[in-house]
Every structure is written in structure tokens, then in C-alpha cells.
Nanobody, 125 residues
């Protein structure tokens, strides 16, 4: 089992920054990749970014490229999402996810085995 705990959400004005953290515990050695997803009210869960824990390869949804950065600290079993130049449309609940499997699309929620509880990000104009 793997447990994921997110932190770092909050409310900011447009143009501001936030850094989300996701601390993993349990059988962390089994994790092959981790991702950040978000879900706004009335919308489907959307993949935001992902990182392969072995090689550090990253992927991003087009709408956040150049603004968000996913990174990892293997010593702390923690993945971060640095969010800069935030826009009102980034408002959502952000979830951290982890998978023990290779393959599949990085932004497919069905690929992930474990999920955090979510953290709210609100960006005002």
C-alpha cells in the first residue's frame, strides 16, 4: 500500500504562485510514476503533469506548459508542483496520484493506483 498526502493549496490572485507537495509513504519503492490531476466543479478530472520516478521524465497538459513544473525529491519521497502565473481557470481541487505500473497514457486517471485526498487551489481575477 501507498499513502499520499497533499499540501500547499490556497487562494491567490491571478499571476501569483503556489507550490503543492505530495508526500508518499508505505511501499514507495513500487511507485513507477506520479501525477497531478485537477478537477473543477462540473468538469472531468484532468491530468496536469506527471513524472517518472526512475528517470525524471515529465509530461504536462498544454494549458500549463511554461507555467507549472513538476519535480521530485526522492530522499523525501515527495513530489512537487510549482505553479506560477496562475490563472482563474486553474481553480480546482488538485490531486496527487501514484502508479505501480508502466505503460498507459500519463493523463489517464485509470492508470493510477493510489490517490491523495485533494487540496483546493483558488485563483481570483
Amino acid at each position: 500500500q501507498v499513502q499520499l498526502v497533499e499540501s500547499g493549496g490556497g487562494s491567490v490572485q491571478a499571476g501569483g504562485s503556489l507550490r503543492l507537495s505530495c508526500a508518499a509513504s508505505g511501499y514507495t519503492y513500487s511507485i513507477k510514476s506520479m501525477g497531478w490531476f485537477r478537477q473543477a466543479p462540473g468538469k472531468e478530472r484532468e491530468g496536469v503533469a506527471a513524472i517518472y520516478t526512475g528517470g525524471g521524465i515529465t509530461s504536462y497538459v498544454d494549458s500549463v506548459k511554461g507555467r507549472f513544473t513538476i519535480s521530485q525529491d526522492n530522499a523525501k519521497n515527495t513530489v512537487y508542483l510549482q505553479m506560477n502565473s496562475l490563472k482563474p481557470e486553474d481553480t480546482a481541487t488538485y490531486y496527487c496520484a501514484a502508479t505501480q505500473a508502466y505503460g498507459g497514457r500519463w493523463n489517464d486517471p485509470r492508470r493510477y493506483d493510489y490517490w491523495g485526498q485533494g487540496t483546493q487551489v483558488t485563483v481570483s481575477s
